[in-house]
């Protein structure tokens, strides 16, 4: 750059006047009001130096992309004004723009609130911003609950769920179930709370019915044969003839239905229970085999268990078919009981 050495005579700058922008720099010179063009990318002239030349003003000063942050677009990549530099400053990584501030958002480091971004808080165990979390409460008690209610005669229901976008549960608006219009002398009546019945259901003749997975309002009083699959247990028919077991309650109609049967009563000693007709109390109406057994062996036969191993063995050696047990005692277990009666001899 050419040094100084303009001199002013009669009002003009004169011998080198500065004519022309050097190396980004712009001139104001001898008084003269024209300045020198800056670039586009840097477009305005900071103000520098100064020389009195015979009192009139030489001043010179550099091109600068802003001079404050209002010269800044506020942009991630543009968001505040380096005055050192003159040039607008992006955002680091998980940063962003705010009022011409970088401000932290989620995983940015930080020690407070302060160094992240609004909508964003400092997460102690972390020590990152992390998206602030709406207070708020539960509606209902979990996800999946269903609430019921009655409106001129028809049901409708609601559901328990995350339906926006804070942690806390909230109902579903109300949706359309059922007419009780529709089912003959039927009509629909508000219930209990909630933690207790769905509320609102159609009712007939005091025997009310829900849906599955809500408790059933089976009035038993009304001759209804169920509230909850516990009421379905094995079941003997009128006649007394048929074991039903595998029972499960059908809500909708408080009525059992039962997987399995059988009308084959083998005596009239035996049980009905979950696995079908017991007949262990059952008096055989046979004559109860007995014989000794061709072997011997010492008294460590193994239990009871063990002896009568050794006897069904013996047994099916012999083609004698049938189940055998040992004629023997322990500590629990007497041998007589061990040996079914009988109405004949044995």
Same mark, same amino acid.
């Given at each position: 750059?050419?040094?100084?050495?303009?001199?002013?005579?009669?009002?003009?700058?004169?011998?080198?006047?500065?004519?022309?922008?050097?190396?980004?720099?712009?001139?104001?010179?001898?008084?003269?009001?024209?300045?020198?063009?800056?670039?586009?990318?840097?477009?305005?002239?900071?103000?520098?130096?100064?020389?009195?030349?015979?009192?009139?003003?030489?001043?010179?000063?550099?091109?600068?992309?802003?001079?404050?942050?209002?010269?800044?677009?506020?942009?991630?990549?543009?968001?505040?004004?380096?005055?050192?530099?003159?040039?607008?400053?992006?955002?680091?990584?998980?940063?962003?723009?705010?009022?011409?501030?970088?401000?932290?958002?989620?995983?940015?480091?930080?020690?407070?609130?302060?160094?992240?971004?609004?909508?964003?808080?400092?997460?102690?165990?972390?020590?990152?911003?992390?998206?602030?979390?709406?207070?708020?409460?539960?509606?209902?008690?979990?996800?999946?609950?269903?609430?019921?209610?009655?409106?001129?005669?028809?049901?409708?229901?609601?559901?328990?769920?995350?339906?926006?976008?804070?942690?806390?549960?909230?109902?579903?608006?109300?949706?359309?179930?059922?007419?009780?219009?529709?089912?003959?002398?039927?009509?629909?009546?508000?219930?209990?709370?909630?933690?207790?019945?769905?509320?609102?259901?159609? *009712?007939?003749? /005091?025997?009310?019915?829900?849906?599955? +997975?809500?408790?059933? !309002? =089976?009035?038993?009083?009304?001759? &209804?044969?169920?509230?909850?699959?516990?009421?379905?247990?094995?079941?003997?028919?009128?006649?007394?003839?048929?074991c039903y077991w595998g029972g499960s309650c059908d809500t909708g109609t408080c009525e059992c239905s039962y997987a399995h049967s059988d009308s084959n009563k083998p005596c009239?000693?035996?049980?009905?229970?979950?696995?079908?007709?017991?007949?262990?109390?059952?008096?055989?109406?046979?004559?109860?085999?007995?014989?000794?057994?061709?072997? *011997?062996?010492? /008294?460590?036969?193994?239990?009871?268990? +063990?002896?009568?191993? !050794? =006897?069904?063995?013996?047994?099916? &050696?012999?083609?004698?078919?049938?189940?055998?047990?040992?004629?023997?005692?322990?500590?629990?277990?007497?041998?007589?009981?061990?040996?079914?009666?009988?109405?004949?001899?044995?």
């Amino acid at each position: 750059m050419p040094g100084f050495n303009s001199y002013c005579s009669g009002g003009s700058c004169v011998s080198g006047g500065w004519s022309n922008c050097v190396s980004e720099e712009c001139w104001i010179y001898c008084a003269r009001t024209s300045t020198q063009t800056c670039p586009d990318d840097k477009p305005y002239c900071l103000s520098g130096s100064s020389i009195d030349c015979n009192n009139n003003v030489h001043s010179y000063g550099t091109c600068v992309e802003c001079i404050d942050n209002s010269y800044c677009p506020g942009t991630d990549s543009k968001c505040y004004c380096d005055i050192g530099s003159g040039t607008c400053k992006a955002c680091g990584a998980n940063q962003k723009c705010e009022n011409h501030e970088c401000c932290g958002v989620t995983d940015y480091s930080c020690s407070s609130d302060n160094d992240c971004c609004s909508g964003y808080e400092c997460d102690s165990e972390s020590g990152t911003c992390q998206p602030k979390q709406p207070s708020c409460s539960d509606e209902c008690d979990y996800s999946g609950e269903k609430d019921y209610k009655c409106s001129n005669n028809i049901r409708y229901k609601r559901t328990c769920g995350n339906y926006d976008d804070d942690p806390c549960l909230e109902w579903s608006s109300w949706t359309f179930v059922e007419d009780c219009s529709d089912l003959t002398g039927w009509h629909c009546i508000e219930g209990s709370p909630k933690s207790q019945y769905a509320e609102g259901w159609c *009712s007939k003749s /005091g025997c009310h019915y829900s849906y599955p +997975g809500i408790p059933s !309002k =089976c009035d038993k009083s009304c001759g &209804a044969e169920c509230e909850s699959n516990s009421d379905c247990g094995p079941k003997v028919s009128a006649d007394g003839t048929t074991c039903y077991w595998g029972g499960s309650c059908d809500t909708g109609t408080c009525e059992c239905s039962y997987a399995h049967s059988d009308s084959n009563k083998p005596c009239d000693a035996a049980v009905c229970t979950e696995n079908g007709w017991d007949t262990s109390q059952c008096i055989p109406e046979y004559g109860v085999r007995v014989f000794v057994t061709s072997s *011997s062996w010492n /008294g460590n036969l193994g239990g009871l268990s +063990g002896a009568d191993q !050794k =006897c069904q063995e013996a047994a099916d &050696a012999a083609g004698l078919g049938g189940t055998w047990v040992a004629w023997l005692s322990d500590s629990t277990h007497n041998a007589k009981d061990r040996i079914p009666d009988t109405n004949v001899e044995h």
